[in-house]
């Protein structure tokens, strides 16, 4: 198991406390509360522009990371895309297999 592999269990163990959040929830507080909602890239440095720079710059501080991420990975899952939990789309497809073996989460009854 790699360094890489550590991180993204550390994440999705992290992310289990949100499992039986309904994704509506997240959603709200997503929108209400996540500082990309408030900010742009413009004027970002070129290497600031990637996905894992957008993330680090973008999501700092960011009261509702693990909800926006856990979020995400819900409704996209591996079709993931752009900037979301902090993440880039490739670390986020990356734990995707982590954080299905975590088990069932909240859906529509």
Do not use: F, Y
């Amino acid at each position: 198991m790699t360094d890489a592999d550590l991180w993204l269990i550390g994440i999705a163990w992290r992310l289990d406390r949100l499992r039986w959040v309904p994704t509506g929830v997240l959603n709200d507080l997503v929108q209400r509360d996540g500082s990309c909602m408030w900010q742009s890239a413009d004027g970002l440095p070129d290497e600031e522009r990637t996905d894992r720079g957008l993330a680090a710059r973008l999501c700092a501080g960011c009261p509702v990371q693990d909800e926006c991420l856990e979020l995400e990975l819900r409704t996209a899952g591996d079709d993931t895309i752009g900037v979301w939990g902090a993440l880039s789309d490739e670390d986020r497809r990356d734990l995707h297999g982590h954080w299905l073996r975590r088990g069932e989460r909240w859906s529509k009854p």
